[in-house]
């Protein structure tokens, strides 16, 4: 049996809604008080029994009549009107003038409703699943016709005219209900009539000529580059001839192969769906009759398999259909191979990950420990020499902390998304089963903080000690050695190091860069806010240009803090919000409050410092509004959760109240560095690498409540599964002369 944290896990999270409410019937039935009546009841029902055991007498369920004479005692089920073509049931209970009577005729009315709204969201589902695959029917129709046209070999134009798709669909013999219970007769040859009808007419429509759809068909590039969109806006748009090479051939073929894995994930979650709201009847029921003793789980569980749940067959017929076409049009009838393309497999969990992310975790801490107590012993910040150091090499290494930072807070996220079933694979648009959880990426941020951090502790040592100073120039390419190397993994083309997840983050940021040219998903929007929490991060990058491109390094002059090119990146900085304020004003209060920082900055006064004070307090107010009220959909009115939203995943309320002060309070501390305060060099690095790494944590705490706002949304709609476009686009010839 099933248990409650299994069947949870195993929900498709945007219907969590739509399964039948196990724990509200559970809780029905725990409310129901025995009495003196009862119990005399159940005695005297147990001694019946007995004794019927002794003189030989079927028990409940082998007379069909017998059992009837007693459970219609109890229950009777009726079928109501149709709504529409969904059926609705009513349970009339016969025992409800008993003790306790009120309490279980309650307990049936939510069952009821329990049970029509199962069918109700199950039939809905399965139509649209029905009209999805007629859409695909034609869309593989003008892939095969497209190939005949590309490749031009008659062998398979032959086989396409002779073997259609429906071989399948006429072999197909429907299958029982999944509980194995007894099916209604007439309901089994309605539903193989209708099976075969829906071959038939696909049989007819697979006979025509596969190079004729050609006429009516344009392809979608939606997997275009920002040259094909240009190019596409200077090309005649009535030109709908197809006219592709075989790599273009691929590109489309690998399209609809997404499209139908895609599909078939939805299936078999429907097929899940409803062997487990079956299971949780039978499991309420028997449930039921423990507490009552009373035999009423037969009568209600035929109805149930008899309903729309148990007893439609169409799920079963297109997995099957499914299957077969694409492992015939797809992987050339390997059927091992379509198989495991289809049917894809689920994460496990590596020992290895655990191990090494302790061992990469315990090294960083000791190489932490380590640094500190030799930057202590010998009083090294106090030192001139020190005092330089940290204002001018150690920027160099913090890009690589704030990198940290981020990821470990993206780590964090991870786990509390997954913890509260927040379906973020989905919502960022990741294949399925590769998705990076908590562990790996806590895994890459120690590995890459034990790196940097050993890095930073040998140019230490190097800087601190008189006889090893030859070496010094060599060490202080130590950081743009790093940087180098964190570019390489990144790129690297070999599958190492989580290569889907590195190609996921370059399509992102390309297609962030790229805005103007390309459709934007919820990822790039997603990515493109972090990056406006890296400003100092972007600003070290710059440190970096300076440092090495003018040869700082070697000459130690100090001159990169005063260069024209570092107020020109604070300028780029200012512009990365310009990303956001393209797709909302509101972020135009940030660029006018860096603005005038920046112009405060450059020419000092009291005037320009009121003027960067003002502005960046009405940027702070604006963008606190838009994070709690937008991003995260709080403060909302009329809402059953004071000063929140309806629907809340967190236990706490209170959780969401922290979260607003902390932001609020946090975006206030990016204030200070407004105020011209008569701060050391060392003192301003300290504020400044402690104000960035603030933002960074504000920002990790804005993604979990973002992203849940989104779930929600998507919650709202039922959207579970990853829309991918299809390749081709039917139009008619009337229609296209009319356009």
Not at 1 to 13: A, E, I, L, W, Y
Not at 314 to 335: A, G, M, P, Q, W
Not at 506 to 517: E, T
Not at 545 to 550: A, D, E, F, P, S
Request: glycine share 4%; proline share 2%.
């Amino acid at each position: 049996m099933t248990s409650k944290k299994d069947f949870k896990q195993q929900m498709v999270p945007e219907w969590e809604k739509e399964y039948m409410d196990y724990e509200g019937l559970k809780k029905i039935l725990k409310e129901m008080k025995s009495s003196k009546q009862t119990t005399h009841n159940r005695s005297l029902q147990h001694r019946l029994r007995l004794e019927r055991a002794f003189r030989g007498l079927p028990l409940q369920g082998s007379n069909h009549q017998r059992e009837g004479d007693i459970e219609d005692q109890v229950i009777e089920v009726k079928t109501l009107e149709q709504e529409g073509s969904k059926q609705l049931y009513k349970t009339d209970f016969h025992k409800l003038h008993e003790e306790g009577g009120e309490a279980e005729a309650r307990f049936f009315q939510k069952l009821d409703e329990e049970l029509n709204k199962v069918n109700a969201f199950y039939k809905d589902q399965v139509e649209a699943v029905n009209h999805e695959f007629n859409l695909l029917s034609k869309q593989l129709e003008a892939l095969v016709a497209l190939r005949v046209k590309v490749k031009s070999p008659d062998t398979e134009l032959k086989q396409i005219l002779s073997s259609p798709e429906e071989t399948a669909g006429q072999n197909h013999q429907p299958k029982d209900s999944m509980i194995g219970t007894e099916v209604d007769p007439v309901q089994q040859t309605n539903r193989n009539i209708h099976h075969e009808e829906q071959a038939e007419a696909h049989n007819n429509y697979n006979r025509r000529d596969p190079l004729e759809i050609l006429e009516h068909v344009k392809v979608d590039n939606s997997l275009q580059s920002p040259m094909s969109t240009f190019k596409k806006a200077f090309t005649d748009s009535s030109d709908n001839e197809l006219s592709f090479s075989k790599e273009e051939l691929r590109k489309i073929e690998e399209q609809l192969r997404l499209v139908f894995v895609e599909f078939y994930q939805k299936l078999l979650h429907l097929k899940d769906y409803s062997f487990m709201n079956l299971s949780e009847f039978s499991k309420i029921m028997k449930t039921y009759e423990k507490r009552t003793s009373r035999a009423a789980s037969t009568a209600y569980m035929k109805v149930v398999d008899n309903s729309y749940l148990g007893s439609s067959d169409e799920v079963n017929f297109l997995l099957e259909k499914v299957e077969s076409t694409f492992i015939r049009n797809f992987t050339h009838s390997n059927h091992k191979k379509g198989r495991k393309l289809l049917r894809q497999k689920t994460k496990t969990e590596k020992h290895s990950i655990t191990f090494f992310t302790g061992f990469f975790s315990g090294c960083f801490v000791a190489l932490l420990v380590a640094t500190i107590l030799r930057i202590t012993s010998q009083q090294f910040i106090k030192k001139k020499k020190g005092t330089f150091y940290m204002e001018n090499i150690f920027p160099l290494y913090s890009l690589f902390g704030y990198i940290t930072l981020h990821m470990l807070m993206y780590a964090a996220n991870t786990n509390f998304w997954k913890r509260y079933r927040v379906n973020y694979p989905f919502l960022f648009g990741f294949r399925a089963g590769t998705e990076l959880d908590y562990r790996e990426i806590f895994l890459l941020t120690s590995g890459h903080a034990v790196v940097v951090l050993l890095c930073f502790l040998i140019n230490l040592q190097i800087e601190m000690n008189s006889r090893s100073q030859q070496y010094k120039t060599v060490t202080e390419l130590v950081p743009l050695i790093l940087v180098l190397l964190v570019l390489l993994i990144i790129f690297c083309p070999l599958n190492i190091i989580y290569r889907s997840s590195r190609f996921f983050f370059i399509r992102c940021l390309f297609r962030c860069i790229c805005a103007p040219f390309l459709t934007v998903r919820f990822a790039d929007f997603f990515l493109a806010d972090q990056l406006t929490s890296q400003f100092q991060a972007f600003k070290s990058v710059e440190l970096y240009i300076c440092y090495y491109g003018l040869g700082e390094e070697s000459r130690r002059q100090k001159k990169c803090h005063s260069r024209g090119i570092y107020n020109c990146m604070r300028q780029f900085y200012e512009e990365g919000d310009m990303n956001r304020a393209f797709n909302s004003l509101n972020y135009l209060s940030t660029i006018t409050a860096m603005v005038f920082r920046t112009a405060f900055e450059l020419k000092k006064g009291s005037s320009w410092k009121v003027l960067a004070l003002v502005t960046s307090a009405i940027a702070v107010l604006q963008n606190t509004y838009w994070d709690i009220v937008k991003d995260w959909g709080l403060l909302q009115r009329r809402s059953k959760n004071p000063c929140l939203r309806d629907k809340l995943i967190l236990p706490r309320r209170s959780v969401y109240l922290i979260a607003m002060v902390v932001d609020i309070a946090l975006r206030i501390s990016w204030m200070q560095l407004v105020f011209e305060m008569d701060w050391s060099p060392l003192h301003k690095v300290a504020i400044i690498t402690v104000t960035s790494c603030l933002e960074i944590v504000r920002r990790g705490i804005w993604n979990f409540f973002r992203l849940e706002n989104e779930y929600l949304n998507n919650v709202g709609n039922y959207r579970a599964f990853k829309s991918v476009p299809h390749p081709f686009s039917y139009y008619d010839d009337k229609e296209d002369k009319d356009d």
